[in-house]
Structures are given as C-alpha cells and as structure tokens.
C-alpha cells in the first residue's frame, strides 16, 4: 500500500519539483470552490459533516488519551462549537510518538513521500469541510478560508514534500568509491548512507491560519521521517484536529504507527507548550505566533531546532505615482482582506508630507491620506458584501485594540462594527486609520493586530524609505510595498528589500495583493528580519531536520593473481 501511494502520485510529485524549479504558477488542488471539481454534494456534505462535529467529542480512533479536554473554540460568528479532544499528557504524547518511529525512518524517502502525498489527496477531497472549520475557528470568510484553509495550504504542504524528498533523493544509498593510486591496486571502499530523522517533531498552531501556517512544518517533518506531535492553538483547533485524523487514517493504511501524528490540545488557563518544547526528545518545533512565546521558544529549546515565524511591521512606501486611482483600489482589498489579520498585511503607510506628483500635478498629502482612507471607506459601504472580504475578528482582544488606538492619531476613517446577513452575533469590524508623522515612532513600530493603518507624513521620499528600514530593521517585516514613477527610487526600494529581506511588492495596481503569496513561487517570510527566522518553504527550512550517518567498509581490490 505505501509503495503504492508513491505510484499513485509520482506525476504530482514530478510536476511540484518542476514548479519549485521554474518559480511558475501551478496548483494540482483547484482553489475554485465548485461541484464540478470537487463533486456536486461536496459543499453541502463538507457543511454537514462540519455540524455534525459540533457539541461532542472529536473523535480520534485508536488515539491515546487519559479522558477528554474542553476546548477554548468559540466561533468569531457567534454559532455554538462546543467541542472537546482526547486529553493527552506531554510524558504519554512522547512516548506514543517514538513507539513507531524506527520503522517510518527505515521506510525511506519514496515511502514517506507516497503517504504524505496521499494525505494531502485526501485533505483536498475534503476542502469544503475544512473551509467550515477554519471560518468559525479563525473568522476568515467562507470564500478565505476554503482557499487558504484548503487549497493554498495544502499547496504549501506538497511544497514541503517536493523539497524533502528533492534534499533526500540527492543522496546515494550506496556507492562503491575508488581512489586511483597510481600502479598501486585502488583504493576501494564500499559506502552506504542512511537518512536520520531528528527526533519528534512539535508544531505550535497559530489561531488565524493554522492549516496554511501548520502544514509546511508538519510535512517537512513527516517526509523526512519525524514523528509529529501537532499542539493547535487553544482557540483554533478543528482544522488540524480534521488534519491529524487523516493522516493517522493514511498511517494505518500504508502500515505504520498512527500514533506518528498525535494531536495535543491544551487550553488558555493551562498551557502546556513550554514543558512540551523543552522536553529533551523533542528535536524539532515549528512555531507561529507572537514575539513573546516566539522568542522564548528560540532561548530556551537549545535542543531542538527551531523554526519560527513572529510578529512585524509591514509598510507601504507612496512616492509619485501616475496610476494613483489603481492604487487606491488595490490597498482597500489590501487592508480590508480578512481584517488586517494576516501577517502579510501592511501597517504603516508612509508618504512624504509635503506632497506627491499624480499625473504631473501635485496632490497634498492630505489629499493622498484622505484619497486612501476613502478608498477602504467604498470598499466596505455595503456591509452583505463587506463581510465575505472582511471576515470576522478571531480574537476579542483584537477588538479590544481597534477601541484603543482610536486615540493614537487623527482619525481619517473610523472603524465601525456591522451586521453580518447570515451571523447576527458576528464580531465585524471595519478598518481604522489614521495619521500620524514619522517622528511618533513609538506608535507606529510595534505590530498593532488586526485592521488598523498609519498613515505617516514623512520628509520626503528619502524620510519614507528610512521610516521603512529602521522599523523593519528592529522590528521585522515580511512584506512591504513601494509605488512610484521613478526608476531611482524604485532602485533604492529593491535594494533596501533585498538587505532586509521583505518580500518587495512594486507597484501592484491589479488582482494582484501584497498579503498575498503563491507557493512554488514565492518565499514566505526570508529568516533574513526579526519578523521569522524561517523561510517556508526553502531548503533551509527541510534541511536541518535530518541528517545523513555513513558507514565505510574496505574492500580489496580484484587483481589478476586473486582471480
């Protein structure tokens, strides 16, 4: 069966390392929500077997456990979860994990590629399901969370695969090595190799992507022959709990272990990450989240390798700009998608204060703020089609911080709450804005989560590209965004990106969006800023999870008197 789970999906397998080679677009999981792709009854059977999760147990079949935990979930939406997951202590997880782990290391490269492709198969036959778990989990909107919960994530997955087993594939089993010495007989050696898992594996979940953020951790892990244990964030649990049971399923199919994937559920009021990160068998951890923990997690886990993706300071950078209309356009999705809740989206706009030229004429950077802040104020004036793009906020506190910077700044557009047609306790808030100058640092260069942007008047666009680099110097960023008409100033941005290591974006006017990124072709995060220390998905982030042990025999030579 394992080996014929490799068969199955060789061509797959073939076309992602083709993609990760030539940087293209390429998905073998449709992002289109549709029955003729995904079958007619998949939406509404995706929709009942999300309900049907709803007030009860998650099941894990064969699962270790000592009883059951209530789970922190509670729907952004406001619809009932109640669910619980099988309790499972740090010392039983442990063990459980390295019961089956000799046995997924002998397995080889091919073998574990097979499973995981085939786990990811069956993820994306499950895409509308997955799509209702992360919306009520994480507050994405419907269309969001099927495509990032689904697709786009499980495209990262393969990405992870494609790059294990490209790392893995490039080393030998075996070879027969000859030094020539001269008319002396050869040097001979005969020299086997042998991939080394790690150790097990631990992915910290995140509560706003926990499938686009959890799986390129958790595959790079399994396919280089880690067992994983997968510790969701206590309020976004569902998806990787839907994810763990099916790939135990394909575990047990392909005869391994299921317990090579354990799910770890703690709660807010007793955590268990830092007892089970430190724990001394633990050789890999996989974190995304806050700067606190985040930063924790790399000074104290000094066994393990970690892997981490935290909070920064992504930026917008306005200089003159002909197509300033398109602009606009483009930053009102930018900042409204999902509620500024992504790490990808920006924060800080900067602007030089004494003006900008659109179309040879000069406009105020009044005007440029209040253009941009009206722009956003259209995007969601019609609150039934506000809500598929806003979403929901996920967290109260993130509410709670909309409220609190209303004093930080001149408003320029204020955020308001409003109604969702389906979910009438929906927590729904609209963006803020507001404008502040480059010289109240303090406010603008820490993260402020959630949908909240600074416009900054700046001395000229030499102050906006400096307010740009020191806030992503000692801050960190991801992704960061220039427009202008001159070639000398978009010159000085790519080079300022490159040393710091954002993903640049110029000026982008079209469907196509800063907080957005494409696997096989774009690198999220570099591992290059405080903002992550991690890249997913390049070798850096698949390498350090195994290592190669190697075995020297000598051999004696064939002469013509030993013949």
């Avoid at 890999?284 to 000094?302: K, Q």
């Avoid at 004494?354 to 004036?381: H, P, R």
Wanted: charged letters at 20%; one cysteine or more; proline letters at 6%.
């Amino acid at each position: 069966m394992a080996n014929s789970f490799f068969d199955a999906h060789r061509d797959t397998l073939t076309q992602a390392l083709d993609a990760m080679r030539k940087r293209d677009y390429w998905t073998p999981y449709p992002e289109r929500a549709s029955g003729s792709i995904y079958g007619e009854t998949a939406a509404a059977d995706g929709e009942a077997t999300f309900n049907g999760y709803l007030g009860k147990a998650f099941d894990l079949p064969g699962h270790p456990s000592e009883g059951e935990v209530a789970s922190d979930e509670v729907s952004p939406y406001g619809i009932p979860l109640n669910l619980s997951y099988p309790l499972l202590p740090v010392d039983l997880a442990i063990k459980a994990s390295r019961a089956g782990a000799k046995a997924w290391r002998d397995a080889g490269p091919d073998v574990r590629a097979g499973v995981c492709l085939e786990i990811l198969h069956r993820i994306n036959k499950r895409s509308f399901e997955m799509a209702h778990a992360v919306m009520h989990t994480t507050g994405q909107a419907f269309m969001m969370a099927f495509q990032a919960g689904g697709p786009h994530a499980q495209d990262r997955g393969l990405e992870a695969v494609a790059t294990a087993y490209q790392l893995q594939s490039a080393i030998p089993g075996a070879v027969r090595w000859e030094k020539s010495q001269g008319k002396n007989p050869p040097l001979l050696l005969d020299k086997k190799y042998r991939i080394m898992p790690k150790g097990i594996a631990v992915t910290i979940g995140v509560s706003t992507f926990p499938t686009w953020n959890g799986y390129p951790g958790i595959m790079a892990s399994l396919a280089t022959g880690n067992p994983v244990i997968i510790k969701p964030h206590p309020t976004a649990v569902l998806p990787l709990a839907i994810s763990a049971r099916i790939m135990r399923d394909v575990l047990s199919e392909a005869g391994f272990d299921p317990n090579l994937v354990l799910l770890l559920t703690d709660t807010r009021a007793n955590p268990v990450g830092q007892d089970l990160c430190t724990r001394p068998e633990v050789k890999i951890v996989d974190f995304t989240g806050s700067n606190a923990f985040g930063e924790w997690l790399e000074e104290n886990c000094r066994q393990a390798a970690v892997y981490t993706e935290k909070a920064g300071v992504n930026a917008v950078v306005v200089d003159d700009f002909s197509d300033f209309k398109g602009m606009c356009r483009n930053l009102a999705f930018t900042l409204s998608l999902y509620s500024g809740q992504m790490c990808t989206t920006p924060q800080n706009i900067f602007i030089p204060r004494e003006g900008i030229k659109v179309g040879g004429e000069t406009m105020s950077f009044d005007a440029a703020a209040a253009a941009i802040a009206g722009a956003v104020g259209k995007f969601n004036s019609d609150p039934a089609r506000a809500v598929h793009v806003l979403g929901a906020i996920q967290a109260e506190a993130t509410a709670e911080r909309i409220a609190s910077a209303r004093g930080m700044g001149k408003v320029l557009l204020d955020s308001q709450k409003i109604d969702h047609p389906d979910f009438p306790d929906a927590r729904v808030h609209t963006p803020l804005i507001l404008q502040i100058d480059a010289a109240e640092r303090e406010k603008y260069e820490n993260e402020l989560f959630g949908p909240i942007t600074f416009i900054v008047a700046c001395d000229g666009i030499d102050g906006a590209l400096e307010a740009w680099r020191s806030t992503v110097a000692a801050k960190g960023a991801i992704t960061s965004a220039i427009y202008s008409d001159r070639p000398a100033v978009l010159e000085a941005a790519e080079g300022l990106g490159e040393e710091l290591g954002v993903l640049l974006s110029v000026n982008l006017t079209g469907g196509v969006f800063v907080n957005q990124t494409a696997a096989f072709s774009d690198y999220h995060a570099s591992g290059a800023n405080p903002a992550a220390n991690a890249s997913l998905v390049d070798a850096a982030f698949v390498a350090g999870r195994f290592r190669v042990a190697e075995t020297r025999v000598h051999v004696e030579p064939v002469t013509e008197t030993s013949q």
